[in-house]
């Protein structure tokens, strides 16, 4: 069965500090991997998305970025911290042979202080 | 603007009755609709998906249907327990660039009494 990994669960990270989420799926190959974040009261907000190795397409200009290493690892990063950062990210895969359900991870609190 | 709205107001509900959320969207032509649920602290939970060809989709105690015409869904959660008391969220699929991007609405927190 497939099972999707994240890690952290929670940071507590200063202003202008560097971040690294990751993400990895196991039992399942070529999928498709979103990162998402969830502010407090709000929507689930798509921030980036890859179809395979590489190929990564974001949805919202900002000072993140994602990196796919591996067939099964996502990663989310930023040089510095805003503030703004701060929420609940997700990471969720889908299967890129035409199923269209989405699996999400158990998430990363992220606190920006 | 493309838009998705569900109600933000908490839904009450006795237990035993039926849950009825709302999801209605705007200039987006969907290929398909999803719901799913999600717990504090947690990821959300696939549910059901129906396609715009499709009317309504049943599974054990849920049912969703789905009205192009009104730009609706309506999600029903029959006999509903404490154990259903949750965030419900609908997602849209669009197609860009040839992918499937989705996009969720806020979610409507259901709570079910005893």
Known sequence: ?113 | SQKIEQNSEALNIQEGKTATLTCNYTNYSPAYLQWYRQDPGRGPVFLLLIRENEKEKRKERLKVTFDTTLKQSLFHITASQPADSATYLCALKTVSGGSYIPTFGRGTSLIVHP
């Open chain 1, 1 to 113: 069965s497939q099972t999707i990994h994240q890690w952290p669960a929670t940071l507590v990270q200063p202003v202008g500090s560097p971040l690294s989420l990751e993400c990895t799926v196991e039992g399942t190959s070529n999928p498709n991997l979103y990162w998402y974040r969830q502010a407090a009261g709000r929507g689930l907000q798509l921030l980036f998305y890859s179809v395979g190795i590489g190929q990564i397409s974001s949805e919202v200009p900002q000072n993140l970025s994602a990196s796919r290493p591996q067939d099964r690892q996502f990663i989310l990063s930023s040089k510095k911290l805003l503030l703004s950062d701060s929420g609940f990210y997700l990471c969720a895969w889908s299967d890129g042979r035409g199923s269209y359900e989405q699996y999400f991870g158990p998430g990363t609190r992220l606190t920006v202080t």
